[in-house]
């Protein structure tokens, strides 16, 4: 099944700019990375996972939580097999685990097939 890992997370001052990147392996051979959409969803401590930024496959559509609108930029390189998000502006609310995830629909809810193990990124002065 496919694989996803992030990377790109780590300590930021507030202010501060950080991307992320998610790299997925392990496709069938009917499905590469460029028929999967792309999600970004983000976990704080004592919170619910959320939804952040989602891309499609076919033509790129960006959809965005209005929590991090104009902040975050949601990318991929199909040719890398790569996707990433863009962080901008880091607020301490920020401080969360960023995960990755891929399945048929780009949405900021989880349906998604495939997720990530995280990456932990913490803002703070």
């Known amino acids: 099944q496919v694989q996803l890992v992030e990377s790109g997370g780590g300590l930021v001052q507030p202010g501060g700019s950080l991307r992320l990147s998610c790299t997925a392996s392990?496709?069938?051979?009917?499905?590469?990375?460029?028929?999967?959409?792309i999600g970004w969803f983000r976990q704080a401590p004592g919170k619910e996972r959320e939804g952040v930024a989602a891309?499609?496959?076919?033509?790129?559509?960006?959809y965005y939580a209005a929590s991090v609108k104009g902040r975050f930029t949601i990318s991929r390189d199909d040719a890398k097999n790569t996707a990433y998000l863009q962080i901008n502006s880091l607020k301490p609310e920020d401080t969360a685990v960023y995960y990755c995830?891929?399945?048929?629909?780009?949405?900021?809810?989880?349906?998604?097939?495939?997720w990530g193990q995280g990456t932990q990124v913490t803002v703070t002065s």
């Open positions: 995830a891929c399945g048929h629909i780009a949405t900021l809810t989880e349906k998604y097939d495939f």
């Open positions: 392990r496709f069938t051979s009917r499905f590469g990375f460029n028929y999967y959409a």
């Open positions: 891309i499609s496959a076919s033509d790129g559509d960006t």
